[in-house]
């Protein structure tokens, strides 16, 4: 059985026995149903984007008031012109709730999203406080008592009245929602939204523009909590501020992580036990521990502490682990036909693609790079040298837009690129690795570098979860494993990119990098920690790359690697060119023998 059939076969064992279940286990059931879908929003926010937020509960709450508020107030009835008590109503409180909740987090994330670290979250704290109060301080919304009579929904005529009927509707949602999320997950935009748990860098340099994405996450979360609010109103049939705090906001992010995080069924799992354990708490320990205090919340953590403790990847990993002992993983479908991918002219050999002209940085009184004149041409290998500290990986930043000279200038393919984000730089053509690997350990090296050709492809949200855009998906995975294969990582394609070994994770990173077929390769410490072999195999393919047309700069410390695949070779030290030529001028340079035996790093003599 495949997992496929196994989910579809559990969503119909729950179909058929919904009309014969028990009231008790249906009502259970429905608010699953309906915390899951808040859990999930998290799950995308939290484990999945890596950004924390305690104020979900805020977003929960003014779906519920959008929708209580249009159906029992006469005049919110003649304001969108319907007579009050019209059973369209709800449907406008519906999309008011979302448009409220969507222009809310679109400021709020506007604001908080820019904070990082503790910041974020304490951030979140405070606007999930500010809404809760807000919500039992306007007159309008019922003040502390908040406002009764909302009434049931009805859909094509049917009034949901009963749990069971309404329910019906909950898990339709949270299944529609699990489906759209998984397909956007497994798309072009979901590996960009993977991308920004590992920090904002590596996922600019791939052109994906964080800032937005985290916004849209965010948004995305808060719609779906407001979705779940709508639906808890005309369950509950009124709303007041209590359930709307801090407290359930707190818990909402518990059933995300103890679930597991990163898994969109791990919020399913997380919301149905916590609600479990409230409930069972709440009936079992007073006539254990007595009605005189409040023991349920204080067992409640420590149980939470202790799963955390066990397992601190959620419970959803160990169980799809149990379960995948038994289940065929489904055959892989190549009958999509691939689409084209958006395709660059590589420049004219010997053309100058980028150029630094009197690039200076200064950190504080350090000035690590010092006029430092550089370009690199089209089908040749520019190999960048020198001590450790010289300002190496200075430069590349400076050169590759993460970072902004001081003074001078930097010039991609002839354009001017004073000011520009390394978003820019890479849509221009620039590819880049990184000296410290970034790369998303725990998924595959075939999503970690299908990410490089993010800039490529162009489906959007709605239609990767509308599974709109196969074909475009079909050609970025070939082009991602076309590029694995030739820089010789086939037999680990499918296999954790995390698990690979230091020297194969560079290699990661310079298929991701080709996968975005740039003009220009910037490569910091390509062959550190690579075997010998592997070594050579990387001078190959590079001298290949070069061949093709491609411009490449390398910083290497191994100068038998360097001189070997180098057509010139410029020398930094501290900060400064101090020289510039064929590897045989720079091996006998006196200053680059000076500095590199003089010093302490003495790569040449060795
Ligand atoms: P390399 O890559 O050649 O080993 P780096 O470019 O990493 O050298 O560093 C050059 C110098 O600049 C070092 O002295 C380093 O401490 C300093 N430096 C690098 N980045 C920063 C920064 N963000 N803030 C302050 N100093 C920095
Ligand atoms: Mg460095």
Redesign the pocket.
């Known amino acids: 059985m495949t997992r496929r059939r196994l989910t579809l076969l559990a969503v119909a064992l729950l179909l058929t026995a919904w009309g014969f279940l028990p009231e008790f286990t249906i009502t259970m059931l429905n608010y699953i149903g309906l915390y899951a879908l808040v859990a999930v929003g998290l799950v995308m926010l939290t484990g999945v984007g890596g950004m924390t937020s305690f104020g979900q509960a805020a977003f929960v709450g003014l779906g519920a008031y959008a929708t209580a508020w249009f159906c029992t107030v006469p005049a919110a009835a003649n304001l969108v012109g319907l007579a009050p008590g019209s059973s369209a109503l709800p449907w406008i409180g519906l999309a008011a709730g979302l448009l409220l909740s969507a222009a809310v987090a679109w400021c709020l994330g506007s604001v908080t999203l820019r904070l990082s670290g503790h910041y974020l979250p304490l951030g979140t704290i405070a606007w999930g406080l500010s809404l809760y109060f807000l919500f039992g301080n306007l007159e309008f919304l019922g003040g502390h008592t908040g406002i009764a009579g909302v009434p049931a929904l009805s859909l094509a005529g049917i009034e949901l009245r009963s749990v069971r009927e309404l329910g019906l509707l909950t898990w339709a949602v949270l299944l529609l929602t699990l489906w759209a999320l998984h397909n956007l997950l497994d798309s072009r935009e979901g590996r960009a939204i993977r991308a920004l748990k590992t920090g904002r860098v590596m996922a600019e340099s791939m052109g994906v523009d964080t800032a937005r994405y985290r916004i849209k996450v965010f948004v995305l979360a808060a719609l779906l909590a407001s979705l779940s609010g709508w639906m808890y109103a005309h369950l509950q049939r009124f709303v007041n501020p209590t359930p709307f705090n801090l407290n359930i906001g707190i818990e909402y992010l518990f059933m995300a992580v103890v679930g597991g995080a990163g898994h969109l069924w791990g919020a399913v799992l997380g919301a149905a036990l916590i609600t479990l354990m409230k409930q069972y708490l709440q009936d079992i320990l007073p006539s254990l521990l007595g009605s005189s205090g409040n023991f349920e919340v204080i067992v409640f953590g420590l149980l939470m502490l202790l799963v955390l403790q066990r397992f601190s990847e959620g419970l959803w990993p160990n169980l799809a682990q149990f379960f995948n002992r038994y289940l065929r993983s489904a055959p892989l479908r190549n009958n999509e036909a691939a689409g084209r991918l958006v395709a660059r002219q590589l420049p004219e050999k010997g053309s100058i693609v980028l150029n630094a002209c009197e690039v200076c940085k200064r950190?504080g009184g350090?000035l690590?790079n010092s006029n430092v004149n550089l370009d690199v041409r089209a089908g040749e290998i520019h190999a960048l040298i020198?001590p450790?500290?010289?300002?190496?990986?200075?430069f590349f930043n400076l050169i590759s837009g993460v970072d902004d000279p001081s003074s001078g200038s930097v010039s991609l393919l002839g354009s001017d690129m004073r000011g520009r984000s390394s978003r820019a730089f890479a849509a221009s053509g620039l590819g880049r690795t990184f000296q410290h690997v970034r790369i998303l350990g725990n998924r595959s090296v075939l999503d970690n570098v299908a990410l490089g050709a993010h800039l490529r492809a162009r489906s959007g949200w709605i239609a990767s979860m509308l599974r709109l855009d196969r074909s475009e998906e079909a050609a970025l995975m070939s082009e991602a494993r076309r590029q694995i294969e030739r820089c010789g990582l086939g037999p680990q394609t499918d296999e954790m990119a995390g698990s690979l070994a230091l020297g194969q994770q560079r290699i990661v990173e310079i298929a991701r990098a080709l996968a975005g077929q740039p003009s220009v390769l910037l490569l910091d410490e390509p062959a550190a920690g690579l075997p010998y072999l592997d070594k050579q195999a990387l001078g190959q393919l590079l001298t290949q790359l070069r061949d093709e047309g491609l411009a490449i700069l390398v910083v290497e410390h191994d100068m038998e690697f360097v001189m070997n695949i180098a057509s010139r070779i410029t020398v930094l030290e501290f900060g400064q060119v101090i020289a510039h030529g064929s590897p045989a001028e720079v091996q006998v340079n006196p200053k680059v023998l000076e500095a590199y035996l003089g010093g302490v790093d003495a790569e040449l003599g060795a």
């Open positions: 950190f350090l690590a020198g450790n500290g010289a300002g190496k990986s200075t």
